[in-house]
């Protein structure tokens, strides 16, 4: 059979079993939402500064740290300064918040000035983070409790300075700096004393704006105050440079140990230097190495000596008592080829005694003792040096009642010549000799001197001294120095 003649197949349509509905958690979906509120209400209120809270007079409540910063910020920019007691009229300036002054108003007049025209600042930041640290909106207590946090307020002074001198120039006179300058005539440097200016109290001005933000007042009145503005190098700060110069030419040089062996002339020492000002007006300064090294070059003609020998004169003891010769030691000028650089950098430290690399020679000093012996008993004088006997000559002594006296003396005083006794011959002491020579007196009244009157030597003539012959007396005159130890014994 063909498919045509085939019977036809019956088609059954089967309904799909029934889907099992899901149950619907709508607690869910709407508790998702009521969750994130709560977390971002908890998280808000760690982050808000409380309602009620005011930061340097402005009212921060509800705000982050970032916005009450902000905040503050923007209300000291605004705030405006009337500075009055110019002329009584008052000159409004920048209509809209936060206008900078543009035209100057006439002469004399009161003005008005914004916080950011004087560089008014102020730490916002530190500001916010303690209103929100004493009262963050999470502490419930804390709402409402109009707790303020007390601003300091600075001004830029520069800024300032200029922004009213723009306004009111008649209340500035800028100030002359002291200056100095080196006077050939007297060869030192000398000093122009500064002039101090006049402008406006900044303090009385920043006084009035922190006042202003504190109460939370938008404009503050403030009389312009005057106020000396001093030189910014004073007379003082310059005297005190010019007198460290001064110094340093008195006493410029190469020195030889504490000596000055090479002295430089102050004008010398002055050309050296080069004054420089410093920003301030103060000054500064340097030495110039080349013009140093023309000195340098002349230095070992100037220093370099053969040492000479000395003879003093002594005391048994050997202290000096006379310097017959000096000695000088001997020295040689070692390396210069630093000495010009390093001089420089000394001056301009202020230091102006070279030291010179030398090697010194000592000189030998020949010390000679010196003494006087009398022997009464022998009418004898002793001359000793380094205790051996180099003269020796009769003298005379006193008379007995006027006996010299014995003991260990030295020489007081010296004189060329006196006149001794009294001319009233009734009086004590019963004698007068004018023009008695080389007297060297050694023990209150009594002296060595030489006698012209009498030649009778080796035998006692006088009232207590000890008379010599003239030759002999005029040699120890010479040769005894004063100190020298004179023996008078038996």
């Known amino acids: 059979m063909s498919e045509a003649s085939a019977a036809p197949q019956t088609t059954r349509w089967v309904l799909p079993e029934p889907t099992k509905k899901k149950k619907r ?11 994130v509120a709560v977390v971002s209400l908890v998280a808000a209120s760690l982050v808000l500064i409380a309602p009620g809270t005011t930061a340097a007079g402005v009212n921060v409540g509800g705000m982050t740290v970032g916005a009450a910063s902000d905040a503050v910020s923007q209300r000291l920019a605004n705030t405006t300064l009337v500075i009055t007691g110019l002329d009584g009229d008052t000159v409004k300036r ?38 929100h640290s004493q009262n963050p909106l999470w502490n419930v207590t804390a709402w409402n409790a109009k707790t303020a946090v007390t601003p300091t307020v600075e001004l830029d002074e520069k800024t300032a300075t200029a922004a009213l001198r723009k306004v009111a120039p008649r209340l500035f ?50 009389a312009a105050t005057p106020t000396v503005v001093p030189a910014s190098a004073s007379t003082e700060a310059v005297t005190a440079t010019a007198t460290e110069l001064n110094t340093i030419l008195d006493s410029a040089g190469f020195y030889v140990g504490q ?12 050309s050296w230097i080069t004054l420089s000002t410093n920003d301030d007006g103060t000054y500064s300064y340097t030495a110039n190495k080349a013009a140093i090294q023309k000195i340098v070059d002349t230095l070992p003609a100037a220093v370099n000596r053969d040492a000479v020998n000395g003879v003093e004169i002594t005391d048994t003891e050997g202290t000096t008592l006379d310097t017959i010769s000096a000695g000088a030691d001997g020295r040689a000028l070692g390396d210069t080829s630093g000495v010009a650089a390093a001089y420089a950098t000394q001056l301009a430290a202020g230091d102006p005694a070279f030291v010179l690399p030398v090697t010194v020679t000592p000189a030998q000093i020949t010390k000679t003792s010196r003494n006087i012996v009398v022997n009464l008993s022998e009418q004898r004088e002793y001359l000793f040096e380094n205790g051996q006997v180099i003269d020796s000559f009769l003298i005379s002594s006193g008379v007995p009642g006027h006996d010299s006296h014995t003991g260990s003396f030295r020489i007081t005083a010296k004189l060329t010549s006196q006149n001794m006794g009294n001319p009233d011959l009734t009086q004590a002491p019963n004698y007068y000799t004018q023009n008695v020579p080389d007297v060297m007196y050694y023990n209150g009244d009594e002296a060595l001197h030489g006698a012209y009157w009498h030649n009778n030597f080796g035998n006692v003539m006088s009232h207590g001294c000890i008379n010599m012959p003239l030759d002999k007396a005029a040699n120890v005159f010479d040769w005894a120095p004063m100190g020298t130890e004179v023996t008078v014994t038996y």
């Open 259 to 270: 000596e000055r062996t090479v002295p430089i002339d102050r004008t010398v020492v002055a």
């Open 25 to 35: 958690h709508l607690g869910l979906w709407i508790g998702i939402p009521a969750v």
């Open 173 to 222: 006179v800028d100030p002359v700096n002291a200056t100095m300058a080196f006077d050939a005539a007297t060869a030192s440097y000398v000093v122009t004393p500064a002039v101090d200016g006049t402008g406006v109290d900044l303090d009385s001005v920043r006084a009035a704006l922190q006042d202003a933000l504190v109460s939370g007042k938008s404009s503050v009145e403030v």
């Open 94 to 131: 920048g209509a809209q918040p936060g206008a900078s002054v543009v035209n100057a108003p006439k002469e004399g007049a009161a003005t008005e000035l914004k916080g950011a025209d004087l560089g008014a600042s102020v730490d916002a930041q530190a500001l916010a983070e303690k209103a």
